[in-house]
Nanobody
Framework: QVQLVESGGGSVQTGGSLRLSCAVS???????MGWFRQTPEKEREGVAT???????RYADSVKGRFTISHDNAKNTLYLQMNSLKPDDTAMYYC??????????????????WGQGTQVTVSS
């Protein structure tokens, strides 16, 4: 059974930092993994993705501020978020794809999803 469980969300002020974690079970470390976010006003969008070869892709809006990483030993995906802005406020979701080995930001490529963790950035 595949499980993706996010943690680490919370409320911070502008300029603050958070680290999201996604504990993964039931799937291979060869999967492509990613972080997505969604607000009531916007569709779910890709934030950062990483594949088993270490390829990484970021959304332009988070480049230089967010870092995605994967600990193979713990089978845990991370998203380090620095210099947070109010526009980063969203529900953040961890996702996994068994079908795509490329670092795609297309949400349709991912068949497994976590329940989400809320990030709120106040000005």
């Amino acid at each position: 059974q595949v499980q993706l469980v996010e943690s680490g969300g919370g409320s911070v002020q502008t300029g603050g930092s958070l680290r999201l974690s996604c504990a993964v079970s039931g799937i291979s470390s060869r999967y492509t993994m990613g972080w997505f976010r969604q607000t009531p006003e916007k569709e779910r969008e890709g934030v950062a993705t990483i594949n088993s070869g270490g390829g990484i892709r970021y959304a332009d809006s988070v480049k230089g501020r967010f870092t995605i990483s994967h600990d193979n030993a713990k089978n845990t995906l991370y998203l380090q978020m620095n210099s947070l802005k109010p526009d980063d406020t969203a529900m953040y979701y961890c996702a996994a794809s068994s079908r795509y080995s490329i670092v795609t930001m297309w949400k349709g490529a991912f068949e497994y999803w976590g329940q989400g963790t809320q990030v709120t950035v106040s000005s």
